[in-house]
């Protein structure tokens, strides 16, 4: 077995497995997927044509993790320091299988059971949806990401890669903080990040104004059938790789799931943000601030994860 030492931190870096280039080119092909999901139209809904990069926190929201997926890919393709990638595909691979279902849901079966939605930054009643080339694109994006986790899983031991242990000191406070967000996460993802405003109307009776609730976007875990299923294999997934991805080796392997999550959880902060600043109608709620942070706090974990370490 051919081993090459890397400079730093005592790495070492075996021959790289077929299956590592197989993971790399997957989410190569995802994230040019994940990128044409951006612009065409994602689905339309009552006679509206939403496209998900319609603003510029749309295309941050909509393009952050086929950016870095594709970025990671590359180096995969290259056989460049694998188990970081090999890492990032397997946890971006587990939370993409929830986002899949759900997305699954909105195309296909949210016309079911009609419901107040927000998709690509507006309200909408799903009676009558026709899904467009965006949507087509996502979830062959997400189904290709998902594929690209599984293979990752059978190539990760036949990859040799390790280091002398740089991040061993700090990995029981790294992977306290990452479970505190990462159930953080779930709890924020549990209600809408973005939700309608209730209405101020006079009461004739009274001559008192009085508020009338409107009925806003379903929570996560409120919406039936697959949507439901995803949203329980989403939270499930944040949760364990939350607590997994810390313990991984080599130091670079812990970085590449920790990019995962924190990729995936900024998309998801963006996404809200975008859906309140783009309609007159909605709110930016508590879970939605929540959510953007816990996305900034996972990305300073990885970023002190791929800082921290001694000199050789």
């Known amino acids: 077995m051919d081993q090459r030492p890397a400079a730093g931190e005592g790495l070492v870096i075996g021959t790289v497995p077929a299956g590592a280039r197989v993971a790399g080119a997957l989410l190569l092909l995802a994230a040019l997927a994940g990128l044409l999901s951006a612009f065409p139209t994602y689905l339309e809904v009552d006679g509206q044509d939403l496209v998900l990069g319609g603003s510029a926190l749309g295309v941050l929201a909509t393009l952050l993790v086929p950016l870095a997926g594709g970025a990671v890919g590359v180096l995969l393709v290259r056989g460049a320091v694998p ?92 992977a306290g903080a990452t479970v505190l967000l990462g159930v953080g996460t779930v709890l924020c993802l549990a209600l809408p990040a973005a939700d309608v405003r209730d209405d101020l109307v006079l009461d004739p009776a009274t001559g008192l104004q009085v508020v009338v609730t409107r009925e806003g976007p379903q929570a996560l875990l409120e919406r039936p059938g697959l949507a439901l299923l995803g949203g329980l294999l989403l939270a499930g997934a944040l949760v364990l790789c939350s607590v997994t991805a810390p313990s991984l080796r080599p130091r670079l392997a812990a970085v590449g799931g920790l990019l995962a999550i924190a990729v995936t959880v900024l998309a998801a902060g963006f996404s809200g943000l975008r859906d309140a600043v783009s309609s007159d109608e909605l709110d930016w709620t508590l879970p939605g601030v929540g ?10 974990l990885t970023l002190l994860a791929w800082r921290l370490r001694r000199s050789s």
Not at 125 to 149: M, N, P, Q, R, Y
Not at 291 to 300: D, Y
């Open 83 to 174: 188990k970081f990638g090999l890492a990032y595909a397997a946890v971006a691979g587990a939370l993409a299988l929830g986002n899949l279902l759900i997305e699954l849901y909105r195309g296909r079966s949210s016309t079911d059971r009609p419901a107040v939605e927000v998709l690509g930054g507006r309200p909408v009643l799903t009676s009558d949806l026709h899904i467009g080339v965006g949507w087509v694109a996502g979830v062959v994006a997400l189904s290709l990401t998902v594929l690209a986790g599984c293979v990752a899983v059978g190539a990760w031991g036949r990859t040799v890669m390790d280091d002398r242990g740089t991040l061993d000191p700090v990995r029981g406070l790294l």
């Open 291 to 300: 959510l953007l942070l816990a996305g900034l706090g996972f990305a300073v």
